[in-house]
């Protein structure tokens, strides 16, 4: 595979890209298609909390509010690792370099219980354990417009991921599902069915944005966590974009050197709503748009573009 013929370790801009492979009809990386049947095997415990999205709804802001829900608000313990190691990312694996070589499956076996996992499978790519288990399925959407940007400057930094192309190409790929864990519109809508049948805690990024106290503590509730209003006001303040961006346990600065370059864009990038607005045409906006209603018509779903 492409990975493999990674030359230099240290300098990132010898990293040849991965392309995409298809599982059951959506695009993952080429070293996770590689170990697909080690994560559909993988067996989840009944005390695993999941904490699921599509790759930048607001995976990373929600893991550190879990963490520091399960930790009673000490910070110096959301510190003990990054994000990256505190959470195993399920279906996560690069084949290089070594500082990345253990899959999520790995990770996540050898973390002693109870366990955190972060995934951005669809919801019928996720590995049956978890359903028969019962477990506490934490999953947040983001407006569609929002989280293609987001996706598509994530792209230019990270190089564990396909190339991006232009920005009009990346909106093509968006809308056609052509993306590493396919179609957004699939994803969420995916999630809300499956909401009926499972315990599942559905968030939207907007309303964490809007009300981050109120949301954290519709979180600690799903947790059964009794936090006093101290404990939720320290919460509030240390997972806030501006104070995250600055944590280097949350920030992704520590994890993945080489593979990320937070000079092309940060991981902690914006953090707004309705940054669309910077990016989209008036004439790709209204493709977008007509497109989008077509693809959400069968769906209770709503999202907000804008606060
Ligand atoms: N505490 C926080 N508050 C608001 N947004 C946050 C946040 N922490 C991270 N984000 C944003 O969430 C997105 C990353 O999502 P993920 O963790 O799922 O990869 C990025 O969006 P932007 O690129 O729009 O800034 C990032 O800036
Ligand atoms: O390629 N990575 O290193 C990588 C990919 C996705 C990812 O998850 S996300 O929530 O930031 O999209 C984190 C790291």
Redesign the pocket.
Known sequence: IAMNKMKDLSLGETMIRTGLREVDGVPVTEPIASIWDQVWKFKAKPDDVLIA?Y??????????IVDMIQQNGDTEKCKRETTYKRHPFLEWFLAEPPSARYSGVELAEAMPSPRTIKTHLPAQLLPPSFWEQNCKIIY?A?NAK?NL??YY??HRMNKGLPDPGTWEEFVEKFMTGKVLWGSWYDHVKGWWKAKDKHRILYLF?ED??ENPKREIQKIAKFLEKDLSDEVLNKIVHS???E???ENPM?NYTKDFEGIMDHSI?P??????VA?WKNHFTVAQNEKFDEDYKKKMSDTSLVFRMEL
């Not at 991981?267 to 707004?272: A, E, I, N, P």
Request: aromatic letters at 14%; hydrophobic letters at 35%.
């Open positions: 999205t790759a930048k709804a607001g995976t990373t802001w929600t893991q550190e947040v983001r929002d940007v987001s400057h994530f990024y964490m944005k997972t806030s974009f104070v995250m961006k949350a864009s991981f902690m990038r914006k953090g707004t940054d």
